[in-house]
């Protein structure tokens, strides 16, 4: 008897610390506390397996990856849990989740977006939602729930003032084509136009970034854009649309400042990024004129004043 009782004891013990070692390898890779803390508590309170709608039951992993900027679901037959073949079937941006809503029905826990930028994979095929959603133990949902969005928020509110020179053009500009409706027709139109932007340049990729997030999650919403600059970006003379330009992303910039509460000493870190970016990106543009550098920069003229 009591070698059964150790043979159990045993065995426990090496689920557990495989358990432990999943969980370290989720961490290894996060340098934020706030991340680590949410990841944490997902791997300890994330239900391990789920059963769908056919009944199958499939073996589930979600990990906080911080370097590309995503929550993901992975997930894998349990049958070939054997096997490492695990598929990512869910993914959202940790920027763009504006709230957590939990389910005792299905004992589920929700990440919400207020656009479509969560992408769910079918067969390989990538979809645009409002949601990512995962499977939770029901007794702890409600706690965990709050704990995760407390992390992801001040998170958020911190990584949103440590941005690199191409994080901040794109954040701005993604936030400014949301607030103003744009059509995902004129940002693709915009992309297309490469005149309106310099080579390798990080200020304008920036841009280049946001219309391109914007035109994929929008694409199947019906706006009529409500922006004075609509008119001039969709003119045919150069030197009109390249103003136009310079004027959203410097409005999109002192938008973001403002939505976000940056200080004077935070505004004049991100200027001074912004400005060695453009210093850069000018030895590339071999004269040519940059309007998404010449917007971002243009607080720093306003200090100045």
Not at 99 to 106: A, E, K, V, W
Not at 263 to 286: C, D, F, P, V, Y
């Amino acid at each position: 008897m009591q070698k059964i009782v150790l043979s159990i004891l045993l065995f426990l013990n090496t689920l557990f610390a495989v358990a432990q070692e999943k969980k370290k390898d989720y961490l290894k890779d996060i340098k934020s506390f706030e991340i680590r803390k949410a990841q944490s508590i997902i791997s300890e309170f994330g239900h391990d397996y789920y059963s769908l709608s056919n009944g199958k039951l499939w073996q589930q992993a979600v990990h906080i990856n911080e370097v590309q900027g995503f929550i993901e679901c992975k997930a894998r037959p349990a049958a070939d849990s054997a096997m490492d073949d695990w598929k990512i079937i869910q993914r959202i941006p940790l920027l763009r989740i504006d709230t957590i809503y939990h389910s005792y029905d299905d004992s589920t826990i929700t990440f919400i977006c207020n656009y479509p930028f969560a992408e769910q994979y079918t067969n390989g095929e990538a979809s645009r939602h409002l949601y990512f959603r995962f499977h939770a133990k029901v007794w702890k949902i409600r706690n965990i729930s709050w704990q995760i969005w407390n992390d992801l928020s001040n998170y958020k509110q911190n990584k949103l003032k440590e941005l690199t020179a191409r994080e901040t053009v794109q954040e701005s500009v993604l936030n400014y084509l949301l607030k103003h409706q744009y059509t995902a027709l004129l940002t693709q139109q915009l992309l297309a136009s490469n005149k309106i932007f310099v080579s390798k340049c990080n200020i304008c990729n920036g841009t280049k970034d946001a219309l391109s997030n914007f035109s994929k999650a929008v694409k199947d919403i019906k706006w009529k854009a409500n922006d004075d600059l609509i008119d001039s970006l969709k003119n045919e003379n150069h030197n009109v649309q390249m103003r136009a330009l310079e004027t959203l992303v410097s409005r999109a910039v002192d938008d973001f400042y403002i939505q976000n509460n940056f200080s004077k000493e935070e505004i004049q870190r991100s200027q001074t990024l912004l400005a060695a970016e453009r210093k850069k990106s000018m030895g590339l543009a071999s004269g040519k004129k940059c309007a998404s550098c010449d917007g971002a920069c243009k607080k720093e003229e306003k200090n100045g004043k």
